[in-house]
């Protein structure tokens, strides 16, 4: 059987996602890979798949030891014979594991790194062919990493001591170029096939906010949003994680909290409540995360700001692994930096180590600060291109607020900087403006520059929150140490010289909680019928609650949705939703069928009519031609990308575009046209009026498309949406 026929037999899929392919490929000929896919971007069907098609066992080392049996059970749910050995599993039960790996029973083995090179690990290894290793979560053998796990170390010396060398893959979804180097150089790859799928995750919708008061902010936003489905707010401490606990809780939300210094077995329960769907929302520290791969939460609140870049996309990451839209917010105050400055400086850290830290901080600072695409700005952190200037999918892109003219604040912040010699930090600058009669400022003769005392009627908040929005727009620099010190770019010169104005978002401050939600949800989801789906999961949660597995191992949401939407009647039918391989069929498939049958007698019900090409009909999640071709869009693809992975021309992705327009769809056309041609063709039809498209063509230079004229038109023009 070929890797396809595997794919759809085990896991129910008709297609690789981006990298898949090339990954297994590489494994299936024997050369080592790295793989760097973003969380979701299903990064454990690629050593899954090939360890199915290789003879002997594959040992996958992964760190998240809760997340093993959540994997084995999987595996086992799909068909696949698979088992796991760490700390959690007693002694006795190794041995019984030990002797059925000894006799072929398992296609895959997990073990925890620390077990490696033990000696009742290596007596097995001795026993059995091993053609391949998996290195799950692979940054973690990297210092630079904020995952450092000291037992990555002893992986090399597995492989090296197994009698023969079997091909190494690692993956990992946080890998910066130091990082990216460590994993190649530590865990000795040799020429390693590289593939990096890169950092977007299209379906995650981002958005800072500063509210005034954010408990009163987070009580109304789950309110009009989120009443029912996961999410996780993070905090920065454990008082705050248990204080927000308790106030959710009154308010009659399912939550509980988390965090490390809670009683171990506590802390196990109410991981486990919130992955069985017991507990709707969990409050936790950082500590809560590595090893938690729950596809549908829906989102993932940031209640305090993090430590920098890379902790926030790993933990807003965590939403939305199972491709359906999900929300990321960040609620931001200024105390958070001061929070997390404190930290910094208390860390203990050599001096070089400390500066890392801060510069990291700062990144994020500037995330919070910045007017501009936030998935932009996350994607040029970790790739250093985005590739698109706007997303038209995250907060800042649909912030529809007025731009407030701050040339002359910005003006005063930049040249006090400067008359006081470019050597004080936010604090001072902020008292100098403000004419301070703080005794620092006065010895040091501060009050009497010309800049002293020229913004007393702003407030310190206001100062300080245009001083960071110039840092995170690149006008100011500030040094990174424990001391940091604001200094003046080049492109603060401009400025100063009054040839270039500055804005502010003004709403941003007050953004209502239930902005958007249309925008965020209209994408991905099915018009299914609800109360079949409700039935459809009561029956899934009693079948797992019998077997004691959580119940998106039985089935996604997604793959229920689809049920409720295309009420398979038959088990062609059923095996050509997503996600529904020929074992789980076997397992649950008549009995989610009857009941769908039963509904639809009971309820008069009758299968929706194809509407797409029947090779797109499997895909659940894309109900017709012209959501496929939005989907495609979301992802940020070219329109030539586009047209190719739909198979059409880049004339009917245009009417499609404009089919989305109608249907209220958030288009932004002008990722594909430039700002020249657009001029330059509106300017044309102003002045003559064409009464054809070729007329207009005839009126352009020859280098302008048709394809262009009809986006110019779709721009200037767009088409009513139809939507209510
Ligand atoms: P990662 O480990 O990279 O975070 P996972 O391996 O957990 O990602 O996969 C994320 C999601 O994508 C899972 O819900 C998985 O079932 C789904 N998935 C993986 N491969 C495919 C595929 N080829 N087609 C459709 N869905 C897939």
Known sequence: MSKYNFLKKYFGFDKFLEGQEYLVDSILTGRDCLGIMPTGGGKSLCYQLPALLLPGVTIVVSPLISLMKDQVDSLREMGIAATYINSTVPNDVIYQRTREIAAGKYKLVYVAPERLNTNGFLNLTQRITIPFVAVDEAHCISQWGHDFRPSYAQIPLFIENLSKRPVVAAFTATATKHIIKDIKFLLHLNQPLEISTGFDRPNLFYRVIKPQDKFKYILQYLKDNYQHESGIIYCSTRKTVESLTQKLQEQGFRVEGYHGAMDAEVRKRAQENF??????????????????????????????????????????????RDGNSSECLLLYSPSDIVKQKLIISSSGSDEVREQLQYNNLQHLVNYCHTNDC???????????????????????CLDQSELIDVTVKAQKILSCIYKSGQRFGVRMIINILRGSKEKRILQQGLDQISTYALMTDSTVGEVRELIMTLIAEGYIYMTADSYPVLKLLESAKPILKGKQAIYLKQARLNIPPKSEKKQLKSAANLAYNQELFTELAALRSTIGAAKNIPNYIIFHNSALQAMAYYLPATKEEMLQIKGIGEKKYESYGQQFLDLIVQFCATNNLTAPAPTDTAKDSSDQVKTDRYQLTYQQYLQGKSLKEIAQARELTISTIISHFHKCLERGYSIDLTRYLSQQKLDHISTVTQQHHPQSLKQLKELLPAAYTYNDIKLAQLILQPPQSQEG
Request: hydrophobic letters at 40%.
């Open 374 to 396: 936030l998935r932009k700005v996350i994607i040029e952190y970790f790739e250093g291109e985005a590739g698109v200037e706007k997303c038209n999918n995250c907060g800042n």
């Open 275 to 320: 992955m069985f769907d017991k507990t709707q929302i969990i409050v936790a520290t950082n500590a809560f995360g590595m090893g938690i791969d729950k596809p549908d939460v829906r989102f993932v609140v940031h209640y305090n700001m993090p430590k920098n870049m890379e902790a926030y996309y790993q933990e807003a990451g965590r939403a939305g």
